[in-house]
């Protein structure tokens, strides 16, 4: 199955200051997700990126499938941005289509 | 719309005892799945199902089983817990497999 691998495993900032969280992947994909999980647990979908660019407010994502990676940005990050941030590849011939999530990127926004 | 619910939020078990996770939603989304989450590690998916009638296994579906009997529900049953099988549970749903998938609130299993 595809192998999924997120960097860098933790990230501390500075409140106001960008990051930028990589996925690779180890085989072609047909869809790619971000989601975030906050500190209390709960799991929110950010984007749904097959291919391409997609910006919603100061997070945007761009997937080059060819090249086998992901990107999710994060500017002028706030306190809210903290927690852990996966990315779930999808091969719809592979592991029976479904997700495969990554070990994710904890991310800690300090005031 | 309450989207994915999931009950109860912590359960605490004696090895060997049986019970049942709860999911619903309420979108009309075909595709359900449960995973499961431990420390430092990503979601592991233990059961699917891509519309009412039809489940199948996931990466990690032993000491697990699933049925889905309507379009909104799919309970996860443990037959006889393990203290392997202390995690957090979570549910999601999205419209189909190749959708955007969409949360449940988790369930925090405790296996003594």
């Known amino acids: 199955g595809i192998q999924v691998e997120q960097s860098p495993p933790d990230l501390i900032l500075q409140e106001g200051a960008n990051s930028t969280l990589r996925c690779n992947f180890s085989?072609?994909?047909?869809?790619l997700q971000w989601f975030h999980q906050n500190p209390w647990g709960q799991l929110i979908n950010l984007f749904y990126?097959?291919?391409g660019t997609k910006q919603n407010g100061r997070l945007s994502a761009t997937t080059v499938a060819t090249e086998r990676y992901s990107l999710l940005y994060i500017s002028s990050s706030q306190t809210t941005d903290s927690g852990v941030y996966f990315c779930?590849?999808?091969?719809?011939?592979?592991?029976?289509?479904?997700?495969?999530f990554g070990k994710g990127t904890k991310l800690s926004v300090k005031p | 719309n309450a989207g994915v619910t999931q009950t109860p939020k912590f359960q605490v078990l004696k090895t060997g005892q049986s019970m049942t996770l709860q999911c619903a939603q309420d979108?009309?989304?075909?595709?359900m799945s449960w995973y499961r989450q431990d420390p430092g590690m990503g979601l592991r998916l233990i059961h699917y199902?891509?519309?009412?009638?039809?489940?199948d296994q996931g990466e990690v579906p032993n000491g697990y089983n699933v049925s889905r009997s309507t379009t909104e529900d799919f309970p996860l049953r443990l037959l006889s817990a393990a203290p392997s099988q202390t995690s957090v549970y979570f549910c999601?749903?999205?419209?189909?497999?190749?959708?955007?998938?969409?949360f449940g609130p988790g369930t925090r299993l405790t296996v003594t």
């Open positions: 999601a749903s999205s419209y189909s497999m190749f959708y955007e998938q969409y």
């Open positions: 979108m009309n989304h075909e595709y």
């Open positions: 199902s891509v519309g009412a009638g039809i489940t």
């Open positions: 779930a590849p999808q091969n719809y011939g592979g592991s029976q289509g479904n997700l495969i």
């Open positions: 990126i097959p291919s």
């Open positions: 085989d072609s994909v047909n869809n």
